[in-house]
C-alpha cells in the first residue's frame, strides 16, 4: 500500500534506528513517533539480503539504545518477548519454536531465522529479545499453520539481528 506502520529499535547512540525492511521501502516520508513525539526521518538504506532497513530522525530523539545480542544463542524452547509500539499488547512474552531456513519468493532467504509463538499482533519491525533484554530479531512476518515439533501453529517470524552487524557500517556509508 501507500501508507505502512511499523516499528524499529535504535540500535546506536546517533540515533539509527533498525527495521524491517518492507515498512519502508519506496517511502517519500518517513515520521517516526515515540511515545511522546513525532518527528521526521529519513532512509539510510535497505539491504535486500537481509530484509533490513536502517532509518534516522532528521531531529533529535530522547532516550538511549537497545543492547545487541545474538539469536544464535537462543535456542528452541527459550522464552523471549518480542516489544513493539502498539498492538493488544505492546510487550508479549513467547518461545522459540523453530529456527530455520526461511525463503519468500517475493524479498529473502534466511539461513536460520527464528520463529517464535504465540505470535505479536503488531510484528512489523517488533524487537526480538532474549532474557536479558538484549536484541536478537527483528519481526517480519506472521504465518499461520506454521508446523513445529510435530503440531500447526500460529507464528512470527523474526529476521536474525546477527545477519545486520556485519554491514550496518557499509549501509550507513553507502
Same mark, same amino acid.
Given at each position: ?5 511499523? &516499528? ?11 527495521? +524491517?525492511?518492507?515498512?519502508? &521501502? $519506496?517511502?517519500?516520508? /518517513?515520521? +517516526?513517533?515515540?511515545? %511522546?513525539? #513525532? ?9 535486500? =539480503? ?11 530523539? &530522547? ?9 544464535? =544463542? ?5 522464552? /523471549? @518477548?518480542?516489544? %513493539?509500539?502498539?498492538?493488544? !499488547?505492546?510487550?508479549? $512474552? ?5 529456527? *530455520? $531456513? ?6 529473502? #532467504?534466511?539461513? *536460520?531465522? #527464528? ?6 499482533? %503488531?510484528? @512489523? ?14 519481526? @517480519?512476518?506472521? +504465518? *499461520? ?13 523474526? #529476521? ?8 550496518? =557500517?557499509?549501509?550507513? !556509508? &553507502?
Amino acid at each position: 500500500g501507500t501508507e505502512r506502520i511499523g &516499528h524499529g529499535v535504535r540500535i546506536r547512540d546517533d540515533g539509527l534506528i533498525a527495521t +524491517i525492511g518492507y515498512v519502508v &521501502h $519506496e517511502a517519500e516520508n /518517513v515520521w +517516526i513517533g515515540t511515545r %511522546s513525539t #513525532v518527528v521526521p526521518g529519513f532512509v539510510v538504506g535497505y539491504d535486500f =539480503d537481509s530484509g533490513f532497513a536502517l532509518v534516522k530522525p532528521a531531529l533529535p530523539l &530522547h532516550g538511549g539504545r537497545m543492547q545487541i545480542g545474538s539469536a544464535s =544463542d537462543l535456542l528452541i524452547g527459550d522464552a /523471549v @518477548s518480542v516489544m %513493539s509500539s502498539s498492538g493488544n !499488547e505492546q510487550v508479549i $512474552e513467547a518461545r522459540v519454536v523453530a529456527k *530455520q $531456513e526461511f525463503a519468500g519468493r517475493w524479498e529473502y #532467504v534466511i539461513d *536460520q531465522a #527464528v520463529f517464535t509463538t504465540p505470535p505479536h499482533d %503488531s510484528w @512489523s519491525g517488533a524487537a526480538l529479545l532474549d532474557r536479558e533484554g538484549r536484541l536478537c530479531g527483528l519481526g @517480519s512476518l506472521v +504465518i *499461520q499453520g506454521f508446523e513445529a515439533n510435530g503440531s500447526t501453529a500460529t507464528v512470527n517470524m523474526f #529476521v536474525p539481528i546477527d545477519l545486520l552487524e556485519p554491514i550496518v =557500517d557499509e549501509i550507513c !556509508e &553507502h
